[in-house]
């Protein structure tokens, strides 16, 4: 099947910072969407991207869809201890109905 | 609140006995997913339901059963589980439109944690 790759697996940050993972494919992709995770809880859909070189912000959470559609990238500034969780990537590929996601960036803040 | 619910948050079961989990989305959408999510591994579909038909079933073991009644509610009936069968399993709806090559974002439930001794 689809391989999403995320990096990095996991990440340990100051409060404060600012944080950059990404995703990448082997193949096209018509859309991206990044979630959230928190323990105990279902992914929470933080952005979602569906044009070639689109960047989109909420709040302090940037994303971008990729010119070559085969990458995203997830910027999170001034980082606080309650983004604290797994962040995962996911898209459709181009022809294909299901949704992929990647196996997660975990990251903790440390106060 | 992402206006997915699912019942029970947690369930313990042995391998004989038959439960089901239950999902109800109050978001207007047409179709509803089933997966699953085990420790280190991507989330796996199981089962894609639009407009009230399983449109997806991905090699799932029959003991895993879905079911639909309605676009607004869908339920996973599990029997004889084997305990590699423990993961938290999650549920998730969107809208559908059929025929089109947009396709539509996904919203989640909380997820149900099974475990099976």
């Known amino acids: 099947g689809q391989q999403l790759n995320q990096s990095p697996q996991s990440m340990f940050i100051q409060e404060g910072e600012d944080v950059s993972m990404n995703c990448t494919s082997s193949s096209i992709f018509n859309t991206w969407l990044w979630y959230k995770q928190e323990p105990g809880e279902g992914p929470v859909l933080l952005i979602a991207?569906?044009?070639?070189?689109e960047l989109t912000s909420n709040g302090r959470l940037t994303a971008q869809f990729g010119i070559t559609r085969k990458d995203s990238f997830l910027n999170i500034s001034a980082s606080i201890p309650s983004d604290v969780g797994i962040y995962f990537c996911?898209?459709?590929?181009?022809?294909?109905?299901?949704?992929?996601f990647g196996t997660g960036t975990r990251l903790t803040v440390i106060p | 609140e992402t206006g997915v619910t699912q019942t029970p948050r947690h369930l313990v079961m042995g391998m004989t006995n038959k439960k089901s989990l239950k999902c109800e989305q109050h978001?207007?959408?047409?179709?509803m997913y089933w997966y699953k999510q085990s420790a280190k591994k991507p989330l796996e579909l199981m089962f894609v339901y639009s407009l009230e038909e399983r449109v997806e079933n991905n090699s799932v073991p029959s003991r895993f059963s879905p079911e639909c009644p309605n676009s607004s509610h869908l339920f996973l009936h599990l029997h004889t589980l084997q305990p590699e069968d423990s993961a938290l399993y999650l549920c998730?709806?969107?809208?559908?439109?059929?025929?089109?090559?947009?396709?539509?974002?996904?919203?989640f439930g909380p997820g149900t944690r099974l475990l099976v001794l």
């Open positions: 998730a709806s969107s809208p559908w439109t059929s025929g089109s090559s947009i396709q539509e974002t996904q919203y």
């Open positions: 978001l207007g959408h047409n179709a």
């Open positions: 996911a898209g459709h590929p181009d022809g294909a109905n299901n949704l992929f």
């Open positions: 991207l569906y044009k070639a070189g």
